[in-house]
Structure formats: structure tokens, C-alpha cells
């Protein structure tokens, strides 16, 4: 596992009191402790013997596991965590967690702005419902937003364009496609959030 987890590596932190991941680097890696280097101006998100998620992207595809802040040295802004291989996981691309989704976002094509709706999501693309006629040799800017309001941008590549027509109301079309220039922030923010629905999901 050391060779996953190294010096200066970037991490993404989730802590309890946070929906979204906070970005951080790997100070020191010995004896399955970890030590990470927070911004300054996080710091208020974390307290000792706390629960914490943490992702970080690998040549696998994605490590994470969930732990508790064993200390903080608030002086230099560190956090040490303890590392248990047995309770990680190795998330590939094909097996991100998919959601369905029943949420409004913002696509943009040139200079006019639609409004669609999710069908499913995932950190590797999406499924939506839309009225606009999308291409699948183009590539979309698009925004939104999860639990929190802090905005997610990127391009979404359309794969495939169906048509669904329902009586008495104009055609739809519901288009598949791939995230494309998604910050890894955002995609461990877009990760974090559907194990957490998958798991309400799961406990209903």
C-alpha cells in the first residue's frame, strides 16, 4: 500500500461537518499513519476523534476508506490519521457508484442556456431528460450543484440520444454521456455523495 500512498500526494478530505471534499496533501506516510497537511482556513472542519472519508486517486483508479482524526497539530495545520488496508476500497471507473436523480441542472450550447433534468448520476458521466437537441460529436458545458452550493462545472460528452415521446406533450430526449475536464475535487465530491444516497437508499 505504500506505493500507493506517498509523500505530497493530493488527498480529498470529507469531514462530518462538511458535504463536499476539501482538497489536501500527504505530509508523511509511516507505520500506517498518515499525516496530512490541511489549508489553514479548513481547520475549523476537523477535531480530534472525528469521522473523516478520504479519496485519493491512484493508478487503479480511486482508494478510499473511512477513519477517525487520531490528532491535530493545530500549529501547523496537520492531521494525523490511522490507515486500515482491510477497510479500503479500490473504487475503478467502472464501478462508480450510479444513482438515480431527480434534480434540475444547467446545460449550455453556444449562447442559449437549457434546463434538464437528471435521470441517474455517477462520477463518470450521467443519464438526462431534455429538450434539447444534443449532438454526440459535441461537447456541453454544464453546471450544478449536489447537497451543497458550491457549483460543479465541466463538459458533458453525449454518447447516446434517445427519443421518448409521451401523449400529448412535445418529444424528449434522454442522453447518456461522460463527464469530460471534471476537476477530481469535484468528482470525489460527486462520488462522496452517491455512497452516502446509495446507502440511505439501502437502510430505507
Known sequence: ?????????NVFVVPEDVKG??????????KNILEICIDKDDM?????????????????????????????????NVLSIAFDKKNS??????????????KEFTLKDGEKDYVCKFVDLSAGGMKILTD??????????IEFSLESNIPIGCYFK????????????????????????????????????CFKKQTENTNK
Open 44 to 76: 475549523q472542519y476537523y477535531s480530534s476523534k472525528s469521522p473523516i472519508e478520504v479519496f485519493t486517486v491512484v493508478d487503479e483508479g480511486m482508494l478510499y476508506f473511512k477513519t477517525e482524526i487520531g490528532s491535530i497539530d493545530a500549529e501547523n
Open 132 to 141: 434539447a437537441d444534443l449532438s454526440t460529436e459535441k461537447d456541453y458545458l
Open 158 to 193: 453525449p454518447i447516446r440520444v434517445d427519443e421518448i415521446h409521451m401523449k400529448n406533450k412535445p418529444a424528449k430526449k434522454v442522453v447518456s454521456g461522460r463527464f469530460i475536464a471534471l476537476k477530481n475535487i469535484d468528482k470525489i465530491a460527486i462520488v462522496q455523495f
Open 1 to 9: 500500500m505504500k506505493k500507493l500512498l506517498k509523500k505530497n500526494q
Open 21 to 30: 471534499a476539501l482538497s489536501s496533501k500527504i505530509k508523511k506516510f509511516e
Open 89 to 102: 476500497e479500490i473504487l475503478q471507473r467502472r464501478e462508480y457508484t450510479r444513482i438515480d436523480l431527480d
